[in-house]
């Protein structure tokens, strides 16, 4: 028995070389009938999917005389049928789950295999495929031709149907995990608006036992100290791979504020020789150029690009700080989106405001609680990944 044929890893009672063979040697690719423009309108009875709208919401529809006439006459995906993208960003795939709706000819295929496939597993091999004629091109489309001679390695039905129910479950909890990180996510959203004060100076929600007026200061006011940032030369060598982490824009994440990993480190000669300067820990880096709008607290001493502006020996608590200027600055991005500003002055930077409890413990209340709920963020961000990486390394072992 050849081990090419049998996967590395694979359910007990099974042991019989897997075949290889041509999706066409068990199917055809069927399409639903064309539908014209005319054929179409923004708002009807059933769905019509497009390429550009395929696995989101529809944006046009036809009639339900066409439908069932189209419908009983033309080819029609059966439950369960895997939906594949054949332009655009190919191989996309959706379950047709057995509503009324209606897909584009030739964008928009499935393979008519009559049940010599279980739906479930050839799901998952749509996720690794290698598309005959695609590897290394240029072509953004999947012909029917690319289809049927693409190679696939098949057990028995049994063995497929036990592959398919147990990556249907893996997906079902990463499903899940990334419904509950996105229900995380619009929390924090929803939080950052109403416990940080408007220009009203009273939050709409705030911890119990805190009754006082905010109060407006500008970001020079936050900070003892400012720092800016610049490039030791690349060309002198004894400048670079020390122990001082110096900072550019790419090092640090838009929504992540903490724990940034620096990629480069600069000696102490680069430091007494260049714009730069080391910058206390506990500081906040600014991006005010290239990624206008990034920031973190930074838990060690660093030294930056000249695309940072650091606020240093802070006025305010640290982790009320940094989410209080996430907030302002979200809302600027939020007003030159759609213009050519790409970034914004020191200068102007320090003199926008920002609105503070004047009471510490309403800041650290506020600062701990955005802080926890980031570091349940991130746990599940993690596991997240974890479980992505654990389906990839899954594939790999019970596929062939």
Same mark, same amino acid.
Do not use: C
């Given at each position: ?126 996720s ?73 100076? &009273?939050? !709409? ?6 009754? @006082? =007026?905010? +109060?407006?200061?500008?970001v020079?006011?936050?900070a003892? *100290? ?69 920031l ?15 606020l240093?020996?802070?006025?305010v608590?640290?982790y ?18 759609g ?7 020191k200068?102007?930077?320090? &003199?926008? !405001? ?6 510490? @413990? =309403?800041? +650290?209340k ?7 709920? *980031? ?26």
């Amino acid at each position: 028995m050849s081990k090419k044929n049998v996967p590395m890893l694979r359910f007990e009672g099974f042991s019989d070389a897997w075949e290889q063979r041509k999706l066409g040697d068990l199917g055809s690719v069927a399409m639903n009938k064309r539908i014209f423009k005319d054929q179409t309108s923004e708002n009807g009875e059933v769905p019509f999917f497009k390429i550009g709208t395929f696995g989101s919401y529809p944006d046009a529809f036809i009639s339900r005389e066409l439908f069932e006439e189209y419908k009983s006459k033309y080819p029609y995906p059966e439950v369960g049928d895997i939906l594949i993208s054949a332009s655009g960003s190919i191989g996309r795939t959706v379950v047709y789950q057995g509503e009324d709706e209606y897909f584009q000819d030739s964008n928009i295929v499935w393979l008519k295999h009559n049940g010599h496939l279980d739906n479930k597993f050839l799901q998952q091999f749509y996720s690794i495929v290698k598309w005959q004629g695609l590897e290394g091109s240029t072509i953004k489309r999947l012909y029917n031709k690319n289809i049927i001679d693409t190679n696939i390695k098949v057990p028995t039905l049994d063995e497929q149907n036990k592959l398919g129910v147990f990556f249907e479950q893996l997906d079902y909890t990463l499903a899940l995990h990334q419904r509950k990180l996105e229900q995380l996510k619009r929390l924090k959203q929803g939080f950052l608006q109403v416990l940080f004060a408007n220009e009203t100076n &009273v939050p !709409k929600m705030r911890f119990a036992g805190f009754t @006082e =007026e905010w +109060e407006q200061r500008k970001v020079v006011q936050i900070a003892k *100290d400012t720092y800016g940032g610049g490039t030791p030369k690349t060309s002198i060598k004894k400048f670079w791979n020390g122990d001082i982490p110096w900072i550019q824009s790419s090092d640090l994440e838009t929504n992540r504020l903490f724990n940034v990993s620096p990629k480069k480190r600069i000696t102490d000669e680069a430091v007494q020789k260049s714009a730069t300067k080391i910058i206390p820990s506990n500081s906040i880096a600014i991006v005010t150029r290239v990624g206008v709008g990034k920031l973190a607290l930074m838990s060690f001493e660093y030294a930056t690009s000249q695309d940072f502006l650091s606020l240093s020996e802070l006025q305010v608590d640290p982790y009320f700080g940094i989410y209080s200027l996430y907030t302002m600055l979200q809302k600027d991005l939020n007003n030159i989106q759609g213009t050519s500003i790409k970034g914004m002055t020191k200068s102007d930077l320090l &003199v926008k !405001k920002l609105t503070v409890p004047k009471s510490i @413990e =309403e800041q +650290e209340k506020i600062g701990i609680f955005f802080k926890q709920l *980031d570091d349940t963020l991130a746990l599940n961000q993690n596991k997240l990944s974890q479980l992505k990486n654990l389906k990839k390394a899954l594939l790999q072992s019970m596929f062939i």
